[in-house]
């Protein structure tokens, strides 16, 4: 089994919106990717942010913590348990609203969701029960 270490963010826009992900596949996801040699796991966060969604204007309210969980297949739906993944993720707040994803390929659409519709919405159990034990803090 092979081991990696990702990192992103719980993002808030000033509506209460909370940010989401389209990954490759048709999974949905907080923003988030792997941690690239020399970087911090908030310097990740702040970088897969931007690349999956055109956000840049981020302000930090808190390190969440982090998860395991195996990586999402391929099909979108089943776990590839060949990698396990420890997940980081930081609390932001954004004033910006418009979402324009930079890499089109691997994250095709985000989109803004009200915090009761994340749970619903995100694909990976692992990440639905994160949310729900961090739910109170946003």
């Known amino acids: ?3 990696t270490k990702s990192a992103g963010g719980i993002v808030v826009n000033l509506e209460g919106m909370i940010l989401l992900i389209e990954q490759r596949g048709g999974s ?17 966060a702040k970088r897969e942010i931007y690349e999956e969604s055109g ?3 981020l302000k930090l309210i808190e390190d969440l913590g982090s998860y395991q ?26 004033t910006q ?5 930079i890499d089109t390929h691997s994250n095709p659409q985000a989109k803004w969701l009200k915090k009761e519709e994340v ?9 639905k029960e994160f ?3 961090i739910i109170e803090k946003i």
Request: charged share 30%; no cysteine.
């Open 28 to 44: 949905w996801s907080f923003p988030k990717g792997k941690i690239e040699y020399g970087e911090t796991p908030l310097e990740t």
């Open 69 to 94: 969980r195996y990586q999402i297949a391929d099909d979108g739906e089943t776990e590839d348990k060949s990698v396990l993944k420890t997940v980081f993720i930081f609390l932001f707040t954004t």
């Open 131 to 133: 949310f729900q034990s």
């Open 55 to 57: 956000i840049s204007e």
């Open 1 to 3: 089994m092979r081991k």
């Open 119 to 127: 749970s619903n919405q995100l694909t990976h159990i692992k990440d």
């Open 97 to 101: 609203d418009k979402i324009r994803p």
